[in-house]
């Protein structure tokens, strides 16, 4: 069945759950985004000052997506996806033409470049575009599981002028935001997604003060998780379970908007968050031990309190650092968070996706296809690691 074949608005009650955790192997995944190859970045270029054939464009685009999903499966991952190598970035597919004047600053990252969130316009507010036209693009290519990543109902509500705070207007584009964002997460698992994972890169944005982006602040946060609560609510049971949440404090052109957050103030809220899993950057904190401990700790007391406890995927790898990590030193990290986080609860993921915008020059890298390079033999790395996590912490072979 195609995507295509929904009608917009449709209830899709009838999904497919998702799956279910394998037991007795910790999972493994990624976050969502590959850097796009250096002709494709060339080639989008290219279309828009119309030195570009459509038809070619879609070639390019096509042996893009063959080539990231052939190098996902070579690294032995259990679950792949196209690697976003269709959009623009991550937050910008369900937007419309009408949509696409410039918004408010969305962050300023550490390098000191910045990015903006496009304005939506008038009510109603309908996706142009579904994150599972994706996954249906490669259902036929692999009989292997397949993970989509999709926007945050928080990063869409970014996009409301601020003009329309408190107004009706404001509530009515909120409801098409939150029915359209439950809608596309459906949308994947009909597609065959096994795993959908929300980008909520805006989380922990919210708790940094910056007159440069004055949207974010303590409240903004609390009125982000009432959304992602919104919209994990229209899900049935089957489906919530096999829907994350993806937090890290950003990652375009290698750098950061929001590492120097403290993360003891934002997981406790995060958990508030009523997902199947999270998708938790660890590795490029100066003391990932510290994250296991402090999600150790909420989900003590999440368990106290009678609430079903998530899964937790670790981020093991960086995508912003060249460095590779070695297989030995994800699975020290993963059996080192196996102190305070039951196995039975813990996952390995990348940091972050590794290029969240389409045009990502990898500086830190030196280019986008040598990114590439070290972007699938980190994923190697974190696959291996976590294999050998999974023996060491089942008593097997170390
Ligand atoms: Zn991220």
């Not at 279309?47 to 570009?52: H, N, S, T, W």
């Not at 107004?167 to 459906?186: K, M, N, P, T």
């Not at 065959?192 to 708790?207: H, N």
């Not at 995508?319 to 196995?343: G, K, M």
Request: hydrophobic letters at 40%; glycine letters at 8%.
């Amino acid at each position: 069945m195609s995507t295509t074949d929904i009608p917009a608005g449709a209830v899709v009650t009838a999904a497919p759950a998702g799956r279910p955790w394998e037991a007795g192997t910790l999972p493994t995944e990624q976050v969502g985004s590959l850097p796009r190859p250096a002709a494709l970045q060339a080639a989008v270029l290219d279309l828009e000052i119309g030195v570009l054939a459509r038809d070619e464009f879609a070639r390019i685009q096509d042996a893009a997506v063959r080539d990231t999903l052939d190098r996902l499966i070579a690294t032995g991952s259990p679950i792949v996806s196209d690697g976003e190598q269709r959009r623009q970035s991550f937050a910008s597919y369900p937007l419309g033409a009408d949509d696409l004047d410039e918004g408010p600053v969305f962050a300023v990252f550490a390098d000191g470049h910045h990015r903006v969130v496009p304005s939506i316009s008038a009510p109603p507010f309908r996706f142009q575009g579904w994150a599972a036209d994706d996954v249906s693009a490669i259902r036929p290519l692999t009989d292997l599981p397949l993970k989509q990543a999709v926007i945050s109902p928080s990063m869409l509500s970014l996009m409301v002028p601020a003009e329309q705070a408190g107004s009706s207007v404001r509530a009515e584009l909120i409801e098409d935001i939150v029915a359209g964002c439950a809608e596309d997460i459906q949308r994947c698992f009909v597609a065959g997604a096994s795993r959908v994972s929300i980008d909520f890169t805006e989380g922990r944005l919210a708790l940094r003060q910056d007159l440069r982006a004055p949207w974010a602040g303590p409240a903004a946060l609390g009125g982000f998780i009432e959304l992602m609560n919104a919209v994990l609510d229209r899900l049935t049971p089957e489906q919530r379970a096999a829907t994350g949440v993806h937090t890290c404090p950003g990652n375009a052109n290698d750098s950061a908007h929001s590492a120097d957050i403290d993360y003891a103030a934002l997981i406790p809220e995060l958990f508030q968050i009523e997902a199947g899993y999270f998708l938790m950057q660890a590795a490029s904190e100066k003391d990932p031990g510290r994250v296991a401990r402090l999600v150790g700790r909420e989900l003590t007391a999440l368990a106290g309190a009678g609430r079903e406890q998530p899964r937790v995927l670790l981020g093991v790898t960086d995508p912003t650092s060249p460095r590779l990590e070695t297989a030995e030193h994800v699975r020290d990290q993963l059996v080192n968070a196996a102190r305070f986080i039951p196995a039975e609860l813990l996952g390995s993921t990348d940091d972050c996706g590794f290029s969240p915008y389409l045009i990502d020059e990898k500086p830190r890298h030196g280019s986008p296809d040598y990114a590439r390079d070290v972007a699938f033999a980190k994923i190697a790395a974190r696959v291996r690691g976590t294999q050998l996590a999974s023996d060491h912490l089942s008593g097997g072979t170390q």
